[in-house]
């Protein structure tokens, strides 16, 4: 395939796709067929033989979602992607791909909540254990290694307590034993943070968050070599079938186009409200990548472009002062999910990460007191006066 375009600004608008090759069309077509017609019987057996280019049938590939598929290949550096129904899709894709019963998985301090689950339906089902590795060391990572590890799987930054991951350490250790390295990149984007070009090899998405942009499609991507991406695509994507339809591929095509403007916007806006909530006398805690004070600010200026749009913060009380802030919010709205437009608060200890126990939530940082905002694209001034009315009437009313 090859990346046309080298700079991500132009990438996200034009890679991918040729207006020339659909009669001047300058937004992609929505290719909404199921199916492709062969014109005789023999060119069907070609093309179900692999002998011929061309579509067939479209569980197994759709103009529409190719074109995608191509862009976020070229956006994150990777030889292929492909496009699923959700981002749990892509996760179960790639976890079921790279797996067999009784291997072993290597995993982050701290994983998304549905990954979570799916890893420990993994081992009650097929036997496959995990560690959870804080990876803080190339040694602390390596003495967990064992003969039948078959990935290690990283989250950075780590939500919703923010820790970073240093990508390039991960990749060198996995190097030595011949392990992918499968990066969840949902929360940095290949506008942030690049993990194949730090020696990574497997890149996915939940395109619900940023991809997408806009709170209105649920949907995940993957991306990695050649050989990779068609073995998943051969099986687990096709005969597990999490495909996207095209025209979610296409409101995806849509969103990217605005990524880094988008991205740029979201991390300016939030490095003023982090400013603005480390000095407020009833916040605790804030926990913020782009934090210059941050214990693991080394590695996000190493690996990340910026501090993104997520912030995570303590409230000084207790669970209900939590809850009390987000019932006194307007225009923020309180809802999971992140990377819209519209700012989004929640209460992970309640909400994303109520399935995960409760010694497990505090070993991972994730108190009573703990809220997360995704930063919307709104001007920051009004998410702060909104946070800070919030905030000031919790300490009037106590
Ligand atoms: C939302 C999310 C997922 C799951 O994606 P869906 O699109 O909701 O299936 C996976 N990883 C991270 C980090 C997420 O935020």
Same mark, same amino acid.
């Given at each position: 395939m090859g990346e046309k375009y080298k700079r991500i600004e132009t990438a996200v608008i034009h890679? @991918?796709?040729?207006?020339k090759d659909h009669l001047g069309s300058l937004a992609a077509p929505i290719f909404q067929t199921s199916t492709f017609t062969f014109d005789t019987a023999e060119q069907g057996e070609r093309r179900f033989a692999g002998e011929e280019a061309g579509y067939i049938y479209s569980r197994l590939s759709n103009p529409t979602v190719k074109v995608l598929e191509e862009r976020i290949a070229a956006l994150e550096g990777g030889e292929a992607g492909l496009a699923f129904a959700s981002g749990m899709a892509a996760v179960s894709a790639v976890l079921v791909a790279l797996t067999k019963a009784s291997d072993h998985i290597i995993c982050s301090q701290g994983l998304y909540g549905c990954t979570f689950g799916l890893l420990q339906m993994m081992k009650d089902k097929y036997n496959i254990s995990h560690d959870f590795c804080a990876m803080e060391s190339a040694e602390q990572l390596g003495a *967990?290694?064992?003969?039948?590890?078959a990935c290690i799987y990283v989250e950075t !930054?780590?939500? !919703?307590?923010?820790k970073m991951v240093d990508l390039e350490m991960v990749a060198n250790v996995a190097k030595n034993y011949n392990i992918p390295v499968v990066v969840d990149n949902t929360f940095s984007t290949p506008y942030l943070q690049k993990p194949l070009e730090l020696g990574c090899d497997i890149v996915l998405h939940s395109a619900t968050k940023y991809i997408c942009g806009h709170g209105d499609v649920v949907a995940g991507l993957v991306v990695g070599k050649k050989e990779f991406i068609s073995s998943v695509a051969m099986t687990t994507q096709k005969d597990i079938g999490g495909i996207i339809s095209p025209f979610d591929a296409w409101l995806l095509l849509r969103g990217l186009k605005t990524l880094p403007i988008r991205m740029d916007r979201h991390s300016e806006n939030t490095l003023k409200i982090f400013k603005k909530l480390r000095n407020h006398?009833?916040? %605790?805690k804030v926990y913020y990548p @782009? %934090? *210059?004070?941050?214990?693991?600010y080394h590695i996000t200026v190493k690996q990340m472009k910026q501090g993104g749009g997520l912030i995570s913060f303590e409230v000084n009380g207790s669970k209900q002062a939590a809850q009390k802030l987000l019932n006194h919010l307007r225009l923020i709205k309180i809802a999971v999910? *992140? @990377? %819209?437009a519209e700012s989004l608060i929640q209460h992970p200890a309640t909400m994303?990460?109520?399935?995960?126990p409760e010694e497990s939530r505090r070993s991972m940082g994730?108190? %009573?007191q703990l809220v997360r905002l995704s930063v919307g694209l709104e001007a920051w001034e009004d998410i702060w006066e909104d946070l800070e009315q919030a905030l000031n009437s919790l300490t009037e009313m106590e």
């Open positions: 890679e @991918g796709y040729d207006s *967990l290694i064992r003969p039948e590890t !930054p780590i939500n !919703p307590t923010m006398p009833i916040i %605790d @782009g %934090d *210059l004070d941050h214990p693991d999910s *992140l @990377g %819209d994303t990460h109520a399935v995960v994730i108190s %009573d």
